[in-house]
């Protein structure tokens, strides 16, 4: 157990022969007690500031814990949103893929439709134009025959006819 400045205050010396001065070990003890006082006083502050510091230390080891803490699991997040857009991002470009070979067939079909439409029209228009030309020609062969001479030979005879009386 450790001294305590009472403890020296009452320390009491046995008497000698030629012993010390009782003045100057009372001086002495006095000064040892007041040093000693400080020293507890010290002690005692610095266990209380030590305390004090180690809770304050014990509070940021929380802190640091919880932002660790923390940080994984936003690094963790991080990495499931970047894996879920990465998945997100593979089925719009098949989509896209699809989408495109869709409308490449949708529209080769239609260009094929459309060119053999366009063939169609093609032989459509020559027969039209083989069948106008068979026409206009036998129609010119009927302006160039004989008979039109006859007809211009032939006198009508006209008689007028008497208007009807009120």
Request: charged share 40%.
């Amino acid at each position: 157990m450790p001294l305590t400045p009472l403890d020296i205050h009452n320390k009491e010396f046995a008497r000698g022969f030629r012993g010390y001065d009782e003045d100057d070990v009372n001086d002495f003890l006095d000064r040892v007690i007041k040093d000693y006082e400080i020293i507890i006083r010290e002690k005692k502050d610095l266990e209380e500031r030590m305390q004090q510091l180690e809770e304050r230390l014990g509070h940021f080891n929380n802190i640091e814990t919880t932002l660790n803490k923390s940080i994984l699991v936003a690094q963790e997040t991080a990495e499931e949103v970047k894996g879920n857009a990465m998945k997100e991002s593979k089925l719009i470009i098949k989509e896209a893929e699809k989408n495109a070979d869709r409308i490449i067939n949708e529209s080769l079909t239609k260009s094929r439709q459309i060119a053999l439409e366009v063939e169609d029209l093609k032989k459509q228009a020559k027969v039209f134009r083989t069948r106008l030309k068979m026409l206009v020609e036998a129609q010119l062969e009927m302006i160039e025959t004989d008979d039109w001479d006859g007809l211009f030979a032939t006198e009508v005879a006209y008689e007028p006819e008497e208007e009807p009386a009120d």
